[in-house]
């Protein structure tokens, strides 16, 4: 692991001392607009899509106020600054988290699919993993809990035309982060997606919250285990980035008394596709 890197990191984040940052602009100046649109009758009937692009967006790109302070939130850029020092053949900032979903996605190593349905009133899409299968990609069974129901169900309605907004409590979203590496579960809470909806296409937005503590469980515990092999030294590792994680510069979003998460903010294209 690059010492000098962490070093780096850890100063742009503050590290300095907890430093209280509610007040900052983190992402756009003009947000998103949180609120609830109204309801609007869509004649769209339902579709199966596969994932062609999928992204993160940079600080200044955009973002969804998830607090109420008045300015959008995406901290995503800001945790991978905190990850990045512990991968040595990865490039872990948001344009080289982006490159190798990319890659993953062109070699069929990462696969999502989507599939909505519309009632006339409710809308439903769920964010799936995929898998290959003999006439093409097919729905993973990790995507679903144990009563068959899928782990990155939302729920919501058409606003305008081909416009949706829909919202879940929590979804789970397979994401690669490491090249020619398997995609990891994702878990991103508080999440909206908007964006359009077409018999042809979905072109949308997800902004969320990511648990700090299923970050730390997913990416930087796996990480810092390969990295340290003595146990003593991992943990000195373990509680700095513990504490790291405290800070509103990368856990900018109280998710409950006990809990603070990474507000993120995604980009996401489908096309049709049967499977």
Known sequence: MNVHALALALLALGCGKPEDTSSATIGSPAPTEPSEPEPYDATYDGGQYQV??????????EGMDLDGDGTNDNATPNALLLVDPFVADADMSVDGLNQTVSDAIAKGLMILLTE????????TVDVLTGAPGKGGATPDPVSYDDDGT???????????????????????VAITFFPEEPPLPLPIEQVTMVGVLDDGVMDVDIF????????????????LEDAYPDPEERQTYIDLVTEVLQYETVTD????????GVSCAFHLTAASAAW
């Open 52 to 61: 062609s692009a999928f992204a993160a967006y940079t600080l200044d790109e």
């Open 208 to 223: 969320g919250v990511i648990p700090a503590d299923d970050l730390t469980e997913l990416l930087i515990l796996p990480l």
């Open 253 to 260: 979003i109280e998710l409950d008394e006990e809990r603070r």
């Open 116 to 123: 909505a349905a519309y009632d006339g009133e409710a809308l």
């Open 150 to 172: 899928p782990l990155g169900r939302l729920t919501g309605y058409f606003t305008a035309g081909d416009e949706i907004y829909a919202t879940a409590d929590r979804v789970q």
